[in-house]
């Protein structure tokens, strides 16, 4: 008996180690500029507004844009900005690194979300991760209201939740697809997917912080200059 589960044991364990080894390596500096959310939807996928989703959309003020109030940019605005962002991947924990000065801490250890993160929201909100085949799939809430889902004005409340898949497609790729569910701004969760790639070896995280960007200050003329998105959401009857 104690051979036969001495063998169990083993044979558990090699497996474990052996899909450990097979799962995808996520480490280093990526990029994915995305502005426009609304034009990388998946197939059949829309944008719906709540009533009081529709009232906010109307009245985005592009100088109202964290990117202009020196704010983190969120978890999704983070990773489809114009600068790159450096996974720092572990077995229990994976890192991600962006120029603007932000991070998000993935944690793989079986760990839940805490059960106040609601009532302390944080700019990246609360981010646990495990792996579905060769794809790591991320639970995102806890997020603080005031950052953008994109650069083109899609608001978010505190209640919005996020799920990610990143799924390596090649030695430099990703594929990163993402869904949104805010009860609060949108009747129905919506995904849209987007391809990210590696950059070159010498190229170097720099940080790039908003009070030295003066340019970017300035013109944050304030104003209904009105959303940019080039698919327009689905407004309420």
């Not at 609601?118 to 209201?145: A, C, F, K, N, Q």
Request: glycine fraction near 8%.
């Amino acid at each position: 008996m104690r051979t036969t589960f001495a063998i169990v044991t083993l044979a558990l364990g090699m497996a474990a180690a052996a899909d450990a080894q097979s799962r995808p390596d996520l480490t280093g500096l990526w990029i994915g500029p995305t502005a426009d959310i609304s034009v990388v939807l998946l197939p059949r996928e829309e944008v719906s507004l709540t009533p009081y989703g529709a009232d906010r959309y109307r009245k985005v003020d592009q100088a109202n844009s964290p990117a202009y109030k020196c704010l983190p940019y969120g978890p999704t605005r983070g990773l489809q900005s114009t600068n790159p962002f450096q996974i720092i991947q572990t077995p229990d924990l994976i890192a991600i690194i962006t120029e603007h000065i932000d991070y998000r801490l993935i944690y793989l250890d079986g760990r839940g979300h805490p059960a106040d993160i609601l009532d302390y929201p944080e700019w990246m909100g609360h981010s646990i991760g495990r792996w579905d085949g060769d794809t790591l799939v991320v639970d995102t809430i806890g997020m603080r209201e005031e950052t953008w889902l994109d650069t083109a004005g899609f608001e978010h409340s505190a209640k919005l939740h996020i799920t990610e898949r990143f799924q390596k497609t090649g030695p430099d790729a990703i594929r990163l697809t993402t869904t949104i569910e805010d009860p609060v701004f949108y009747t129905k969760p919506f995904t849209y997917g987007r391809n990210v790639r590696r950059m070159p070896k010498d190229t170097r995280l720099m940080p790039a912080r908003c009070a030295d960007n003066e340019r970017s200050l300035a013109d944050a003329v304030p104003g209904v200059q009105g959303p940019e998105h080039k698919k327009p959401p689905t407004f309420p009857k």
